[in-house]
């Protein structure tokens, strides 16, 4: 049962250009949603979160956009430089009483083309 | 670098054998999680601690065990090895402060294990 899912594996974009990434999830108790970006032979590092009570936030080049009723994400990054070329994963966070666990998407392979 | 440390880099084994992954969280964070990338699954979650205490489990197998020391480090511990535990283990931290909800986790570099 995925609940999270990222339904383009890949994705190429040119330097400058618009780069959207987007994800959708099942759980309706998820609210708290976060973007990492992945190097080979690297952890994941974390890029931009949001809050359900949101459904914009934006930090420099980075935008992640919420839409509850449809239960989607997007993250929009602007202009896409070489250097953001990694795989890149949505997760998400459910409302619970205790503990934080992270449940990931499969990741969408960035290149951005110079 | 995220200020979380994992060792060892990477780990070569045998079926049957046993092995323990160390990790290593930020300076100040209480919560430790521990989350397997293998080729077919994705990341999954495994558990969590928190400040000593078990805090979430996940998808981890009976053959599996973590624990966290009072100095805050914690570790993996995994037995009775498989081919599919094959994998890559990460090691996340997160201040804690609220419990861990809507806290950023911050990730170490893994530790890739192969079992032969």
């Known amino acids: 049962d995925q609940q999270v899912k990222q339904n383009s594996p890949s994705l190429s974009v040119q330097e400058g250009r618009i780069s959207i990434l987007n994800c959708d999830y099942t759980?309706?108790?998820?609210?708290?949603f976060l973007w990492y970006k992945k190097y080979p032979a690297e952890g994941p590092t974390f890029l931009i979160s949001i809050s359900s009570i949101k459904d914009k936030n934006e930090d420099g080049r980075f935008t992640v956009f919420l839409n509850k009723s449809a239960k989607h994400l997007s993250l929009h990054i602007v202009p896409s430089q070489p250097g953001d070329s990694a795989v890149y994963f949505c997760a998400a966070t459910p409302r619970e009483t205790s503990g934080s666990r992270l449940t990931f998407g499969e990741g969408t392979q960035l290149t951005v083309n110079p | 670098d995220s200020g979380v440390t994992q060792t060892p880099k990477h780990l070569i084994t045998a079926t049957g054998q046993r092995v323990t992954l160390r990790c290593s969280p930020r300076?100040?964070?209480?919560?430790v999680y521990w989350y397997q990338q293998s080729l077919d699954q994705g990341l999954q979650f495994l558990i969590q601690y928190y400040n000593g205490e078990e805090r979430a489990k996940g998808n981890i197998l009976e053959r599996f065990s973590a624990q966290q020391f009072p100095d805050l480090h914690s570790e993996l511990n995994l037995s009775s090895l498989e081919l599919g535990d094959s994998a890559l283990y990460f090691c996340a931290s997160s201040l804690g402060l609220a419990g861990g909800l809507k806290e950023t986790q911050y990730f170490g570099p893994g530790t890739r294990l192969l079992v032969l």
């Open positions: 300076s100040g964070d209480l919560s």
């Open positions: 759980n309706s108790m998820f609210d708290y």
